[in-house]
């Protein structure tokens, strides 16, 4: 599902200067890149369903992929965000506090959805835009960066919210989280619209080529002509973007700010993003494999759910996945030198 950076193409070499034939390990490895997370999919939800029975029922189906729309939607972002060579570690804490806002504008405040929800999605892009413009005119690590902004969004939320949960929203915002279309729920629309969104982002415009161009070698990508600084601050604004989007979500299907609401969904999101076959050190990768990183991650805890797996061995296994996802990622990178 991997999809290679565009840095370098170009015009053909002559038939002397072409690449030799692919060894058996290369292929094997370009198989990997475009079906390997597939074959993952299909080979962990035959063996769950082979030991519980129920996992296959339209029911718990439609569960699993209500259950990661939210951490989906987030995972759109992110993917924007490692494909461009940073990290974003605040999206739970920025659901957290989007949801707050939102809360506390439509029941203390008694103000209409859509200026709490527009409220709360400027929030979400401004904390973004922070996020890429203090790592980026800063000298600073987005890691480092958004680790700090992970917990002043965090404390922002408790003070906002006085400590406590704030419910009653109103019945019509709560089509948001918790309605339908047809058979299928509203956020799995929206998360199902993000990634074809996403997806003709990066492939057909040059705001998403320059994001692959910046990832793959960004002193190339300054030299061709790009605005770096410009489109790195721009794709973390995205990501808070998304993030607020999640946050609004969360709180419609929760009908409540909850204080703990996103918390190690930064764990999840990147997760599925690094599953998805995007590389942890920018350039390589697609929104398509996030969608089935999503489902695998969300496969996987339901599996692990209705096994009887209890919650502290399933933060053993995620954690496990993401490292060996990443170990993954690191030997197909010596490999192809």
């Known amino acids: 599902m991997a999809e290679p950076s565009s840095v370098g193409k170009g015009a053909a070499l002559p038939a002397a200067e072409r690449r030799p034939a692919p060894t058996p390990g290369e292929a094997l490895l370009a198989v990997w890149d475009r079906y390997g997370i597939l074959i993952a999919l299909l080979v962990v939800s035959l063996t769950i369903g082979a030991l519980e029975p129920v996992f296959f029922s339209p029911i718990n189906i439609l569960n699993v992929v209500r259950q990661i729309s939210i ?3 987030i995972a759109v972002g992110e993917t924007m965000v490692i494909l461009l060579g940073g990290i974003d570690l605040s999206v739970g804490s920025v659901v957290a506090f989007t949801g707050a806002v939102a809360a506390t504008l439509m029941v203390p405040l008694a103000q209409p959805i859509p200026l709490a929800a527009a409220a709360a999605l400027l929030v979400g892009l401004a904390i973004g835009f922070l996020n890429g413009f203090v790592s980026r005119k800063g000298g600073m690590h987005p890691f480092i960066v958004t680790l700090g902004t992970l917990s002043v969004c965090r404390g922002l939320t408790l003070i906002l919210a006085g400590g406590r949960p704030i419910s009653g929203l109103p019945e019509a915002f709560l089509w948001l989280g918790g309605g339908e279309v047809g058979p299928i729920p509203v956020p799995v629309i929206l998360f199902l619209g993000l990634v074809v969104l996403a997806g003709f982002v ?4 040059t705001f998403g080529r320059s994001i692959y161009a910046i990832g793959g070698n ?3 990508a300054r030299l061709s002509g790009v605005a770096v600084d410009r489109i790195y601050i721009a794709t973390f604004a995205l990501a808070g973007l998304l993030s607020g989007l999640a946050g ?8 409540s ?7 190690g969904y930064e764990l999840d999101v990147i997760a599925a993003v690094v599953i998805g076959g995007t590389s942890l050190f920018g350039g390589v990768g697609s929104v398509y494999g996030t969608l089935v990183g999503a489902l695998l991650i969300g496969v996987i805890s339901n599996g692990l759910n209705l096994l009887g797996v209890s919650s502290y061995w399933q933060l053993v296994v995620k954690g496990l996945v993401i490292v060996v996802a990443a170990l993954i990622d690191n030997l197909k990178r010596r490999f192809r030198r």
């Open 257 to 263: 700010a909850e204080l703990v609401a996103g918390q």
């Open 71 to 73: 951490i989906g939607i």
């Open 202 to 205: 990066l492939r057909r415009t």
């Open 248 to 255: 609004l979500v969360l709180t419609s299907r929760l009908n």
């Open 218 to 220: 960004e002193e190339a």
